[in-house]
Structures are given as structure tokens and as C-alpha cells.
């Protein structure tokens, strides 16, 4: 047992774990189950959600206008509020992340509060290629960040997930290891924040912009907790 397994229980730590595909055979469906178990083991209560969950219409402003937020856009935003951090597994689509999940990201944004902001999250992806779709994390980076989620800083991403993943299992004893180390030392980064927040602010997308113009998007300050 490492020293990381042996932290104290983390029963009250939430974690929302979802995969960014919807095929029925997805790597990173299977990658997402293999980071809720850890996650489980390492004493988080986990929320396990589908991609399905979450399907929402191209993002049309006229339609947030006129009908409001689609149900796949209000379901992320209540799992997000009702958890402290999220695990995503993403495919990486030509060197980037998928359009499905940025669409998502989009709709769930024009919330107020904005409910990535604060929120701590680890990225990971499988891919057949060598690179395991790293490309498309480090892309997905920037949405979130600039939404004022906590991305932690390591990312992990399953090259040759085809031939890596044997019967739902990283094959590879070492690297299975560095993967559930990697979900461990991202739980104990969420605790330690939900219990000693860092950072207290209200979000403001675009800080140095003249306050009070069209590009004004900002959090209501009561959305600071006590
Ligand atoms: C439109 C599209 C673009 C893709 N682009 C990349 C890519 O840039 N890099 C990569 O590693 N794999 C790429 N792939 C292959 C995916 O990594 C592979 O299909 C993977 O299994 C998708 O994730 P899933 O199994 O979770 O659905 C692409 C697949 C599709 C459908």
C-alpha cells in the first residue's frame, strides 16, 4: 500500500466520472469505469455518468433564448453541483478534443454560476495510437481553465488502449499502477481544497474587459462560498 492508499477516507469527497464517447464499445468508456473503481477504492463516493446522459443539440443561442438549457446540459449541471470534482475520459479527435463534448461544455457554461468554476478535474484518454490522445487533453485544457475548473496538472492517456486494455484491465501491471496512483493523488489534491478552499473569487470571464459592456459575463458575487 502506498502512502497515498493510506490516506483517511474520503467518503465525503464526490466524484463525477463520465467517458466523452457514446460508442457502445468505447475505450474511454472503459478507461472511465477502470478511474470510478479506483476512485472507489480510494474512499470517493463516485458518480458514474453516461455520455448519454448528457446529449444536448448543437448549442444555438436563440434556443437558450426562447426554450432554455436542453435536459443533457441541465443533467451535467446538477451531477456538477451535486459533486466536488470530475474525472473525464476523452477521445482525442484529429489533435484535438471531440466536438461533442466541447458543444457540451458550451451549453453547460451559460449557467450562472458557472458550475465548471472551482470545480477540481482530472483529464485521461485512450487512443489505438501511440500518443493515447494526449493532444486532445491538452486541448480540453483550455475550455476548462478558462472556466475556472482546477485541472490537475498530470493527465494520463492509454497509447494502444486496442491492445493495453485486456478484459476491462490495463494489462501492464506497472502502468495500471501509475494510473490508480493518479487517481489517488488527484482525490487527495479535492479534498484537501473542499476543505481548505485556496482561491475565493467570484468568476469573470474576461477580467481587464470594461465592466457593464455585451462581453460582461460574470458570476454573482453571493455564488462565493462562506
Ligand atoms: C473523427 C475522428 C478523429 C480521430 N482523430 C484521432 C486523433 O487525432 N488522434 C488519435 O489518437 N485518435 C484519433 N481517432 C481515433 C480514436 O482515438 C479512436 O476511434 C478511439 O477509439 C475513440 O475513442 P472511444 O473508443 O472512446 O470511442 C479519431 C477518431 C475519429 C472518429
Redesign the pocket.
Given at each position: 500500500m502506498t502512502d497515498i492508499e493510506a490516506a483517511p477516507s474520503r467518503g465525503m469527497l464526490k466524484v463525477l466520472v463520465f467517458?466523452a464517447?457514446?460508442?457502445a464499445?468505447?475505450?474511454?468508456?472503459k478507461l472511465a469505469v477502470l478511474a470510478a473503481r479506483a476512485a472507489g477504492a480510494g474512499g470517493a463516493t463516485v458518480d458514474l455518468a453516461s455520455m448519454r446522459d448528457f446529449d444536448v443539440p448543437s448549442y444555438d443561442g436563440d434556443v437558450e433564448t426562447g426554450r432554455g438549457f436542453p435536459a443533457g446540459a441541465q443533467a451535467l449541471e446538477q451531477r456538477l453541483r451535486a459533486n466536488d470534482a470530475f474525472i473525464i475520459?476523452a477521445?482525442?479527435?484529429?489533435?484535438?478534443m471531440p466536438g461533442l463534448l466541447k458543444n457540451l461544455i458550451d451549453w453547460t457554461s451559460r449557467f450562472r454560476p458557472q458550475p465548471f468554476d472551482g470545480r477540481h478535474g482530472l483529464l485521461v484518454s485512450?487512443?489505438?495510437?501511440m500518443?493515447?490522445?494526449n493532444?486532445?487533453l491538452w486541448s480540453l485544457r483550455v475550455p476548462f481553465e478558462h472556466l475556472g475548473a482546477r485541472i490537475y496538472p498530470d493527465m494520463f492517456s492509454l497509447a494502444a488502449?486496442?491492445k493495453a486494455l485486456v478484459d476491462g484491465e490495463i494489462a501492464d501491471g506497472t502502468l495500471r499502477a501509475r494510473f490508480e496512483k493518479t487517481i489517488l493523488a488527484f482525490l487527495s489534491l479535492a479534498e484537501a481544497a473542499k476543505h481548505y478552499p485556496c482561491i475565493r473569487r467570484a468568476w469573470v470571464e474576461f477580467l481587464g474587459e470594461t465592466p457593464g459592456t455585451p462581453a460582461d459575463r460574470v458570476d454573482p458575487v453571493e455564488a462565493i462560498p462562506a
Open positions: 467517458a464517447s457514446l460508442r464499445e468505447s475505450l474511454n468508456q475520459a477521445p482525442e479527435y484529429n489533435g484535438s485512450a487512443s489505438p495510437s500518443a493515447g490522445g493532444r486532445g488502449a486496442h
